[in-house]
């Protein structure tokens, strides 16, 4: 998810979500619909017989969506839209892009008339926990179970890319298609790196022995969103998973006692916390937004940068012609028993909301989005790949971010921000601190415990867990 707007999210608590809104309602004014999803007055869909109409849509139904216009525009759901007005000419598409989802949308969930297909994305996504648990989203099994788009002899499960639809998982219930495969890597200029001759580093160590070389060179070695410190946190729990392997991070979002007290986590708040204690940061880093971050990082005054796989789509505007984005994976630290691993899976959650008017056409819209022809213009459009099978990129940064990518053991989607409000709220800040050395690794690994504590013991806030 892309912090693409310099607003900060909203903080909700659950279940008084629906009871404040962004733009400053009165929260008395939306008390009363504070659940309106959630007493099963919403329609359902069944997968019927017609391939090529399997969910019964009216063909003069209007459709409502509602597109995050960030680091992917919104120029791919202009054209999935038009696939849908040519199966169903009569039916009127409201398109909505924006980066204000929480400002515009979270009214219309609390007076029962959500949108038909939101894209919950950016700094204003609305809390996926507070969403799922609130009972205000449609479960997405008749979409995964319904003929696929090319052909009927495939659902659209079978057309997905493995683990895609992990992140957007609750209880072994879905309730968002994720719908770009992304991973969160270390960005670097390859051009930079092979006219000064340096290596990109594989391990902290090497990343650590090539800072001063860097900074002599007048480049600071790191720099990163210092408003959205959110994008320093797959860095830091790869650097733990790939230290302990990926069951440190399963028991981080399994809420298990001392989890955060585990020898790899602690650790990698060591290497996090070096970075600024060693002057590697840009000067002004934690003051600045991820598009300053990312300008900077564009003008070679930073070497490193975390951040998604949307980064060269999002820069193609701005960064210069002969500027060659590279991606790797979190430097591993010495001991790794798993340096492969990476956080990468599905991204960009698509819902639909219980309460949608057109519900039928949601499913269809997604169907379409998840078609060869829907996914093939998305990835030519941003040059990022979505989670269906088969779509082939010709940019360079997308073919190195593949390879990183080849083995699914390798992957893996920490969970507990979006599973967990309150804890996605404490992280944020703490990690902040932590990279700029404002704190110790022990304060920051004492701060999450409790409040990991405190989730768990707290009976107020639905659980949940990764299947094994």
Request: aromatic letters at 10%.
């Amino acid at each position: 998810m892309r912090n693409t707007a310099a607003d900060k999210q909203p903080m909700f608590n659950r279940r008084n979500l629906f009871g404040a809104t962004a733009a400053g309602l009165a929260a008395s004014s939306l008390a009363a619909c504070a659940t309106s999803g959630s007493d099963d007055e919403g329609g359902e869909v069944t997968v019927g017989e017609d391939a090529e109409n399997p969910f019964g849509v009216d063909p003069k139904a209007p459709l409502d969506v509602v597109i995050f216009d960030g680091g992917f525009g919104n120029e791919y759901a202009v054209a999935h839209q038009e696939i849908y007005n040519r199966a169903f000419p009569d039916a009127e598409i409201t398109h909505l892009p924006t980066q204000a989802i929480a400002e515009t949308q979270q009214p219309r969930f609390a007076e029962g008339k959500p949108a038909d297909v939101l894209d919950n994305s950016g700094a204003q996504q609305i809390p996926m926990d507070a969403l799922v648990s609130d009972g205000e989203l449609a479960e997405l099994t008749p979409l995964l179970d319904a003929p696929s788009y090319d052909d009927p002899s495939l659902t659209v499960r079978d057309t997905l890319r493995e683990g895609v639809l992990e992140a957007g998982t609750f209880n072994g219930k879905v309730y968002a298609l994720n719908y770009v495969f992304n991973a969160w890597t270390i960005w670097y200029d390859a051009k930079l790196f092979r006219d000064q001759g340096w290596t990109p580093p594989t391990t902290w160590d090497e990343m650590i022995a090539l800072c001063p070389t860097i900074k002599a060179a007048g480049i600071a070695p790191w720099t990163y969103a210092g408003q959205h410190p959110v994008y320093l946190y797959d860095m830091f729990l790869m650097l733990a998973g790939r230290h302990g392997g990926v069951q440190v991070l399963k028991d981080i979002d399994n809420l298990k006692a001392g989890a955060w007290e585990h020898e790899s986590v602690a650790l990698a708040a060591e290497a996090m916390h070096s970075i600024g204690a060693s002057g590697f940061l840009l000067e002004g880093s934690a003051g600045i937004d991820h598009i300053q971050s990312q300008t900077a990082f564009n003008n070679n005054e930073a070497a490193f940068l975390p951040c998604g796989s949307w980064l060269p789509n999002e820069q193609k505007a701005i960064a210069p012609a002969d500027f060659e984005y590279a991606p790797m994976g979190v430097p591993a630290l010495a001991g790794s028993v798993q340096p492969g691993l990476i956080s990468a899976g599905g991204d960009e959650p698509f819902v639909v909301p219980k309460n949608a008017t057109n519900l039928a056409g949601a499913y269809e819209y997604l169907r379409i989005m998840l078609s060869k022809e829907g996914s093939q213009m998305f990835g030519d459009t941003v040059q990022a790949a979505t989670v269906v099978k088969g779509v082939e990129l010709d940019n360079e940064a997308a073919k190195m971010t593949d390879a990183l990518v080849s083995n699914p053991d390798d992957m893996f989607q920490p969970q507990f921000r979006y599973w967990y409000t309150k804890m996605n709220e404490e992280v944020r800040p703490a990690l902040g601190r932590l990279i700029n050395a404002e704190s110790t690794p022990e304060e920051f690994l004492q701060r999450m415990q409790t409040v990991a504590d405190d989730t768990a013991a707290d009976d107020t806030i639905e659980k949940f867990t990764h299947e094994d």
